[in-house]
């Protein structure tokens, strides 16, 4: 049943189902695994070698669905198709050259004697130092799949070799010793093909999983476009990326590329001195055979100005590693450089969740009294990115803070970091010299302020250097309700910020920040976040988007595709209000101002909203208002 609903799932590619019905399968080798514990606990086995031996390949077996679950639930079909390499000597080595072992010590001797005596004999000769070969063989299979430096995969080849060697060497004892007792010619005939075909299945079975499991973790020479083989690649095209954005590949080896566009824009892939496909549309799939690759070849989109906006490719040949399909360094690693940013077409990591855009109404509080701890975290600020930040609260931005005209904030400042941290509050109005000053680790501060103005306001670190704390994720949001606001049906709060490479405090990401390049721009300080989960209205219904500008360098302009606002409010005035005649198109703000807008959604449909400033919306200042 689990294989009945894997494999068309796979093969129409929808990974949930897929992964259910491994997970299925799993279920169904785990189940015979507790009758073989009872069968083992009911009676002893008549060979320990054997009997152990198809315990750990079972062991292995288990392992490798757990892997191919997660795998499924954590990558897209196209990513997955280059992480199951691991899994090669696991399945290979550890269930089926073990499985094969393991059942041959027990059935070459029923097979091959003549009677009870002889059959004791000979499973006492392929039992030898079965303890040894079963190390050597469960050794191996972490050193061959696992991403351990060299020389753990040679290693790994070495002593799987030697576990395999030493149960030929028995069977070849064992072929010696019944041999002469076979003297009629069929009877041996057939023993010879048997020993021969057991001998053979034995070692090609093993020997392929050495040169899969090896191939993938060690550095090896350049071989031959011969030895080399083939290799196919999935590639995607969407969102002004190309994924894999890199792929390295042996000396030698032929490429095949299977492109296949998920955007809804035409594109096509144009490989450096060969073939291109097609202008292909959406769901449109070209292959490309490139031939052995002896040389770096770099593939780009060719329609004009899809390559400078990052549609490129790097086929990299021959380099330690090789055979990974992999995102460039400045798409990957939390120190990114500057430049193409993070692939925004990838998937967020297993079990990210986007930050709540709704904003709650004000309680009915006139005093409204906060904690708030200074504190360094690793967070995903783009999809498969991770960073270090500096926050308020644990999140960057840290909670934001909603009252009236007239309300206290009693926010006590709490320092749970190594360095030492302030606060400043824009909506307040009073002397900054002790409620900002900056306080040590392990210290706290209590900042009193009473909101005397409508707005929506910016918090932030007041420590300096201020641009590296604002920079790194220290501010936050404070919205005070003008006088008689008029309630809508949803509101959302969207606080622009910049993000930038390498690590808090580096010599590369200061640079980034004085020369005002960052990498990615983002709303609630992940870009992308609202594409991939889309906020929600319904048809007709008043919707007000709360926007404060972050920075810490750059203002935004906040703008709906396919709506226009009837309400605009600004630094704490009113431009536009649903009685006048005009209507506006965008939010502009400088950095530390804020606003709302207001719009009604004509029908249903996906709208999106961002930064119209289009190198900031291309980097991550954008996302999806999803209107049923």
């Known amino acids: ?46 060979s320990a070698a054997a009997a152990w031996m198809l315990a750990a390949a079972l062991g292995w077996l288990l392992v490798g669905l757990v892997a191919d679950v997660f795998l499924l639930c954590g990558r897209t079909l196209t990513a997955l198709q280059d992480d199951i390499g691991p899994l090669v000597p696991v399945l290979l080595i550890g269930f089926t050259g073990q499985a094969l072992i393991g059942a041959l010590s027990y059935l070459l001797p029923v097979v091959l004697s003549r009677g009870p005596q002889q059959r004791a004999g000979l499973q006492h000769t392929l039992d030898r130092a079965w303890r040894a070969r079963l190390a050597l063989l469960n050794l191996a299979v972490p050193l061959l799949a696992l991403p351990l430096p060299s020389p753990a995969g040679p290693a790994g080849a070495v002593i799987a070799g030697a576990g395999v060697a030493a149960f030929l060497a028995l069977l070849l004892r064992v072929s010696v010793r019944t041999w002469a007792g076979h003297r009629a010619g069929p009877v041996r005939a057939a023993h010879r093909g048997l020993l021969a075909g057991t001998a053979a299945g034995t070692a090609l079975t093993v020997a392929a999983a050495l040169v899969a499991g090896s191939g993938g973790t060690t550095p090896q020479p350049p071989p031959s476009p011969a030895a080399a083989g083939t290799r196919t690649i999935a590639v995607s095209l969407e969102a002004m990326r190309v994924s894999p954005d890199r792929v390295e590949v042996p000396h030698g080896t032929a490429v095949r590329l299977v492109v296949t566009n998920h955007d809804a824009q035409r594109h096509d892939l144009t490989v450096q001195d060969g073939p291109a496909t097609r202008l292909l549309g959406r769901g449109e799939s070209g292959t490309l055979d ?52 993070p692939d925004l077409a990838r998937e967020f990591s297993p079990g990210w969740s986007p930050r709540a855009a709704a904003l709650p109404p004000a309680t009915a509080d006139t005093v409204h009294r906060v904690e708030l701890h200074a504190v360094g975290v690793r967070a995903e600020v783009a999809p498969g990115v991770t960073r270090e930040l500096w926050t308020f609260g644990g999140t960057a ?87 008689g606001l008029a309630a809508a049906d949803r509101e959302y709060l969207l606080v622009a910020s910049e993000l930038y490479p390498g690590e808090p405090g580096s010599e590369q990401q200061v640079a980034a920040m004085r020369a005002g390049t960052p990498d990615a721009w983002a709303f609630n300080g992940v870009a992308a976040q609202y594409a991939k989960a889309p906020l929600t209205a319904r048809a007709g219904q008043r919707v007000r988007f709360w926007v404060v500008a972050a920075g810490p360098a750059g203002g935004i302009a906040f703008h709906v595709v396919g709506a226009v606002f009837d309400t605009v409010y600004k630094e704490g005035a009113y431009l536009l209000t649903p009685s006048s005649p005009g209507g506006s198109q965008v939010l502009d703000l400088a950095p530390a101002q804020g606003g709302f807008v207001e719009t009604a959604f004509a029908a249903a449909g996906h709208y999106t909203f961002l930064d119209h400033d289009m190198r900031h919306a291309e980097a991550g200042a954008r996302g999806l208002v999803e209107v049923k």
């Open 397 to 483: 931005p840290g909670p934001t803070l909603r009252g009236r005209v007239g309300d206290t904030f009693e926010v006590t400042l709490v320092n749970d970091d190594t360095m030492g941290h302030g606060i400043d509050f824009h909506a307040g109005a009073l002397a900054p010299d002790g409620p900002m000053r900056t306080i040590g680790p392990g210290e706290r501060l209590v900042y009193r302020f009473t909101a005397e103005r409508a707005g929506a306001w910016l918090y932030h670190c007041s420590a300096a250097p201020m641009l590296q704390h604002m920079g790194n994720g220290m501010y936050g949001a404070v919205v005070i309700d003008p006088p």
């Open 1 to 46: 049943g689990g294989l009945a609903a894997a494999v068309p799932a796979l093969a129409a590619g929808w990974r949930w189902p897929a992964a259910a019905g491994v997970a299925g399968y799993a279920a169904g080798v785990a189940l015979a695994a507790g009758l073989f514990v009872r069968t083992v606990r009911r009676r002893a086995a008549v």
């Open 290 to 341: 490139l031939g052995p690759l002896t040389a770096d070849r770099q593939a780009w989109c060719s329609v004009p100005g899809h390559r400078a906006a990052g549609m490129r490719l790097a086929l990299v040949v021959g380099h330690p590693g090789a055979g990974a399909a992999t995102p460039s360094p400045s798409m990957a690693a939390p120190g990114a450089a500057a430049g193409d940013g």
